[in-house]
């Protein structure tokens, strides 16, 4: 498995939804390593609540959506490759095809948002 380092979070508080990374996080990607330092905040997967039903922001998903939100902070890749590499690390961390592809599809989507605000 590419991920180097176990997820260690810390719940939020004041009831932000964010998620504090208390250890870094690292994942060797195909070409390059990729390290969240710890102290990065998280909403884990960025679902609307009225889907957590069936795509809770949390799942085997979760170190992916940390990374990928980290990339769209960091802008280390582009914003396609950023959403390639949740792809690629989703399907690492075994989220069935359906899961993968809707998620994917719903940042390629609408992930635009999120990518300008943090430009």
């Known amino acids: 498995m590419p991920f180097i380092d176990d997820l260690v979070i810390r719940e939020p508080s004041g009831g ?6 208390v250890r870094p996080l690292r994942y060797t990607g195909a070409e390059k390593q990729f390290f969240v ?13 009225f889907l957590w039903h069936v795509l809770p922001p949390f799942g ?3 170190k992916a959506a940390v990374i990928h939100d980290h990339l769209y902070v ?11 590499i949740f792809r690629r690390m989703m399907r690492e961390a075994g989220v069935n095809k359906v899961k993968r592809y809707t998620m994917w599809a719903a940042v390629r989507l609408f992930g635009w948002t999120v990518w300008r605000k943090n430009a």
């Open 16 to 21: 932000k939804g964010e998620w504090t990374l």
């Open 37 to 49: 330092d710890a102290g990065f905040t998280t909403d884990g997967a960025s679902v609307p609540r």
């Open 60 to 62: 085997r998903y979760l």
């Open 74 to 84: 960091t802008r280390e890749v582009s914003r396609k490759d950023a959403d390639g």
